[in-house]
T-cell receptor
Framework: GDSVTQMEGPVTLSEEAFLTINCTYT??????LFWYVQYPGEGLQLLLK?????DKGSNKGFEATYRKETTSFHLEKGSVQVSDSAVYFC????????????FGKGTKLTVNP | DTAVSQTPKYLVTQMGNDKSIKCEQN?????MYWYKQDSKKFLKIMFS???????INETVPNRFSPKSPDKAHLNLHINSLELGDSAVYFC??????????FGPGTRLTVT
């Protein structure tokens, strides 16, 4: 079946550090890939997405590249801020499939000043 | 202005009770979803409706029954609540395979 594996947290960084959160997937069809972010006490917000191989999604300084050869969609940011503290979810939907989002288990990021 | 709204935001109730959570979207989307987030933050799809028709029904107890009176609403009714139903329930909507927009969540606590 379809699944997403992302690195276990929690991740604790100092402000301005480089962030990588690894995400790999298995899919029965051709997936679209997403990163969602959940700030404390809030719902999920779409952070970025990519719908085909080699696409790069980017938003708010975050980037992720759809790598079909390694079935990966790692999230990166060059310089994190305290306000980036949140839980980050990698997810996929299979194009032409049931449209449900399959989520990874989430990675909690804490950025200290 | 709220795109996807849910009520209530918090719900505390006793075992055995019946409760409902309401969801409304004003985005004009044709597909709506219910997700459950457990205490470890794991998110799992429960149901999905497209144009008021049920299209996804994951392995969810029969005590959970979604109802979609129209394309803009998807309510979740839960009978005979159990301790294990305690979780945060998220409603979401989308247009076909485009990105899903989530509501703020309803934190259900069963005592």
């Amino acid at each position: 079946g379809d699944s997403v594996t992302q690195m276990e947290g929690p991740v604790t960084l100092s402000e301005e550090a480089f962030l990588t959160i690894n995400c790999t997937y298995t899919a029965t069809g051709y997936p679209s890939l997403f990163w969602y972010v959940q700030y404390p006490g809030e719902g999920l917000q779409l952070l970025l997405k990519a719908t085909k191989a080699d696409d790069k999604g980017s938003n708010k300084g975050f980037e992720a590249t759809y790598r079909k050869e390694t079935t990966s969609f790692h999230l990166e940011k060059g310089s994190v801020q305290v306000s980036d503290s949140a839980v980050y979810f990698c997810a996929l939907t299979v194009q032409g499939g049931s449209e449900k989002l399959v989520f990874g288990k989430g990675t909690k990021l804490t950025v200290n000043p | 202005d709220t795109a996807v709204s849910q009520t209530p935001k918090y719900l505390v109730t006793q075992m055995g009770n019946d409760k409902s959570i309401k969801c409304e979207q004003n985005l004009g989307h044709d597909t709506m979803y219910w997700y459950k987030q457990d205490s470890k933050k794991f998110l799992k799809i429960m149901f999905s409706y497209n144009n008021k028709e049920l299209i996804i029904n994951e392995t969810v107890p029969n005590r959970f029954s979604p109802k979609s009176p129209d394309k803009a609403h998807l309510n979740l009714h839960i009978n005979s609540l159990e301790l294990g139903d305690s979780a945060v329930y998220f409603c979401a909507s989308s247009h076909r395979n485009y990105e899903q927009y989530f509501g703020p969540g309803t934190r259900l606590t069963v005592t």
